[in-house]
């Protein structure tokens, strides 16, 4: 292998039998270097200015994000009162403050599944109450208040709201109410069967569960009525406990739970009246169901008859 070098400026080197010309640097080449260097450190700082804005603006979006879950987030409400206490009119009180859905007796007959859901915690049995309950804001009146202390221990900063009324004037409402339409007949249970099954759930979970069967003893219902009171005041954390009479309107109610008092009068619903002549309604109902259902048990059963024994008739 011959190696032949030349050490003239510009002149070709043969290196390997290959011919190499070096290049002979232009004056302006440190001009390019210098044109160029800047376009590169603007290109450098634009790209950073880019993110660090880009990074701001998501960390501002974070944090207006947070401040709007903070403001919107409001606290559950779990009503502790016995039906009868004024628990519906709350219901839609707490409805239109913003704290609804709020899960009333009358939900029970609305969510197909929650009946028999109601009497298995009824026979004892382990239901998961936050899966129960998931899409509501809050509770009251039966069945829920009867397991107001689980409730708490799910949701342990809770308002708790005692809903009460005069002892005497509760037990006469909840006896010629809800206890009675909690006894349906053989009629609403043959025509209604979910009336019947319903019946059931509210015996295991008041009428035994709560009252040991002894609702009829009026003393007795009443000291269950007041004891039940003071445990409320006991087991709930002053600050977080309002008792409260729906006779007392919005004031009470909406400095508790730190909102704006609304237009308007305090819902006033489901009395004892009102009550009455809806039970009064299915009545009527279970009446014309069994007055067509015997009409064509008696027609069919007639023309049977005629079919099979015609030389009878």
Known sequence: TTKDTTNGAGSPQTVGGFVERHKKPSPNDHLRTKHKAPHARHDTNATRAAASSSSADHQAKNTTQRRMSVVEKKP????????RTGTMSLKIALEQLGFGPCYHMVEVMNNPGHLQLWTDLGDGKQVDLSVLLQNYNSTVDWPSTK?????????????????????????NSALTTIYQ???????????????????VMTGKIIWKGTFDDRFNDKAYAIRVYEKHIEEVRRVVPAENLLEFSVKEGWKPLCQFLQVPVPHGAFPNVNDQQEFQART???????????????????????????HFHPTSL
Do not use: C, M, N, Q
């Not at 339409?181 to 019946?199: E, N, T, V, Y």
């Not at 009527?284 to 015997?294: H, M, S």
């Open 76 to 83: 559950f409400v779990l009503g502790a009162g016995f039906g």
């Open 147 to 171: 397991y107001y202390k689980e409730l708490l221990a799910l949701h342990p900063d809770a308002k708790v709201i005692l809903t009460t009324r005069d002892a005497e004037s509760w037990y």
């Open 181 to 199: 339409s909690s006894h349906p007949g053989f009629f609403f249970s043959l025509f209604f069967p979910k009336i019947a099954r319903f019946a």
């Open 280 to 306: 009064r309604t299915y009545k009527r109902k279970v009446l014309l169901r069994a007055a067509i259902v015997l009409s064509v048990t008696g027609v069919a059963g007639y023309f049977a008859y005629k």
